[in-house]
């Protein structure tokens, strides 16, 4: 048998039912690591697909094996109809519609799959596991529309994958979306006959919820990194004492004592202003908490992911020698998680747009209005911070939970959800607004920097010099709508990212989240 799936020729990833780390899931997404599945994990798979067959052939009703579904749960099959329900239950959970998750987000769903089912928990074959492993290596991605799931269980969403396996539905191969059976017989494959248990197994889970959220996180992670530099540009640009950097030390939590350390040595090395009298506007002098409770709740969001990815949410699962019932597709603390990740970005949004309508509004260093040159007969850039200010609303009116909706189907036995695929839809339109955010942030602190002409350096001066590649001084007005977008470009870019890490490392949230070009 072969048990590796080979999607690079860089170092293996082991999977071994064990939870992944984001620097797993980056490189498995970018094929950028051979998947090599765990020999004593595989016997673990071995063994409980044993204890369901021993189940089936004494007689024991197997939820979605020997049994219909949802509202059929008390359909039993015969043995001569399993074959066409076990290859009907996949085609029929395909139903997911709109635009496609991308490629990498859905080889992370399969390889989370494969690693949930080596915890030994499953009880599918270890056929399946090498099924899925074969999509990999030859890097058939099945083409999964987003919406379909209601966060219990992606059996919408995983559904499309099942399929595929089957040789129904869409897949890209050579990057080409076409047929499934196309697409498995380019790469050499056919298509795959379910066994009981392994049609549930192939929709009963959370896999791609988990992989989207996982990119999402990361991406979150990636913007909040942005925007901290972009914030002590700002803070530069308006003279913001450095004191309360020192003060949180003394009386912040670890995470606030970290992100103010890292402000004020980021500050230093350049001819900082100080405009300040007595006490800065809340939102220069109150940098270190906002932005480090909001990395805060994505290290907790990311590590319940992250756990997520390591243990068995299907129904039913195997324990104890025993075929079991369960509510473990019911990814409750991720969702929740996520959702407090979401409030603290929206922290963050309001943190960056009170910083814009300071440097706006003429009241520090004696700024201009609108940061209009003296002499200089413009508007200014007044109606741009309109723009921040529906980007901080846009983030905002993203944050409402709706994990504790309520839903009832199935004939009234399904009447949990957590929408956890719709809150990473909505986290994922936050980071896009928070990087047209930050590259506001940007472009207005480096104008009021060459008002004053200060000559920034440190980090300051890599987002100075970034703006100033894609953006001049504004003398005149001009439309600014492509200077904001090649900005917003730039600074969301794996060179800058490289170019902070490099500069001045936050450890552990760069290297949890594997922040930077993917190795």
């Not at 094929?31 to 090599?36: D, N, S």
């Not at 969702?335 to 009170?354: P, Y």
């Amino acid at each position: 048998m072969n048990h590796v799936a080979i999607t690079s020729t860089g170092p293996a990833i082991r999977l071994n039912g064990k939870p992944l780390s984001f620097s797993d899931i980056a490189r498995i997404g970018a094929r950028r690591a051979r998947l090599v599945a765990d020999e004593a994990a595989l016997q673990r798979v071995a063994e409980a697909r044993i204890v369901v067959e021993d189940a089936i052939a004494a007689g024991q009703p197997v939820y979605g094996s020997t049994t219909g579904v949802g509202a059929m749960k008390d359909v039993e099959w015969s043995a001569d109809e399993l074959d066409a329900f076990n290859l009907g239950l996949v085609r029929a959970h395909h139903f997911g519609t709109g635009d496609a998750f991308p490629a990498d987000v859905i080889r992370t769903a399969m390889a989370i799959r494969v690693n949930m089912a080596l915890t030994g928990r499953v009880g599918c074959t270890v056929e399946l596991v090498e099924a899925y492993l074969a999509l990999l290596s030859n890097d058939v991605v099945p083409v999964v529309r987003r919406t379909g799931s209601i966060g219990c269980a992606d059996i919408g969403l995983m559904g499309q994958i099942g399929a595929v396996l089957t040789g129904a539905g869409e897949a890209q191969f050579k990057g080409i979306r076409m047929p499934a059976e196309e697409a498995l017989a380019g790469a050499g494959l056919r298509p795959f006959k379910l066994a009981p248990r392994d049609s549930l197994a192939s929709i009963s889970t959370n896999a791609v919820g988990y992989a989207a959220a996982a990119n999402a996180l990361r991406g979150a992670a990636d913007v909040t990194r942005v925007l901290l530099a972009t914030g002590l540009t700002t803070a530069g640009a308006l003279g913001a004492s450095r004191d309360p950097w020192k003060a949180v030390a003394h009386v912040g939590t670890d995470r606030e004592a970290g992100i103010g350390a890292w402000l004020y040595f980021n500050a230093k090395g350049w001819d900082w202003p100080n405009a300040t009298h007595i006490q800065d506007p809340l939102s220069l002098r109150m940098m270190s908490q906002v932005f480090a409770t909001g990395f805060e709740t994505l290290v907790v969001a990311g590590k319940t992911l992250l756990a997520a990815t390591g243990r068995t949410d299907d129904n039913p699962v195997v324990a104890g020698g025993q075929v079991l019932t369960s509510g473990g597709s019911l990814p409750l603390d991720v969702s929740v998680f996520m959702q407090t990740a979401q409030l603290g970005l929206t922290h963050i949004a309001r943190n960056s747009f009170n910083r814009c309508v300071l440097l706006g509004n003429g009241g520090r260093r004696e700024l201009p209005v609108n940061l209009v040159p003296p002499g200089t007969i413009a508007t200014g850039f007044g109606p741009i911070i309109k723009l921040a200010g529906e980007l901080y609303t846009r983030v905002l009116t993203l944050t409402n939970p709706i994990s504790a909706n309520s839903l009832v189907v199935a004939g009234g036995i399904e009447d949990e959800a957590t929408f956890l695929p719709l809150i990473v839809e909505r986290l994922e339109r936050q980071v896009l607004a928070l990087r047209r955010l930050a590259a506001i942030e940007g472009i207005l602190s480096a104008q009021a920097m060459d008002i004053s002409h200060d000559r920034p350096g440190n980090v300051p001066g890599i987002i100075y010099n970034l703006v100033r590649q894609h953006a001049d001084t504004y003398w005149q007005d001009r439309p600014l709508s492509a200077e904001v977008e090649a900005v917003e470009l730039a600074l969301g870019s794996d060179e800058l990212m490289s170019e902070l890490i490099s500069h001045s490392k936050i450890m552990e949230l760069d290297e949890f989240f594997a922040l930077g070009p993917v190795a």
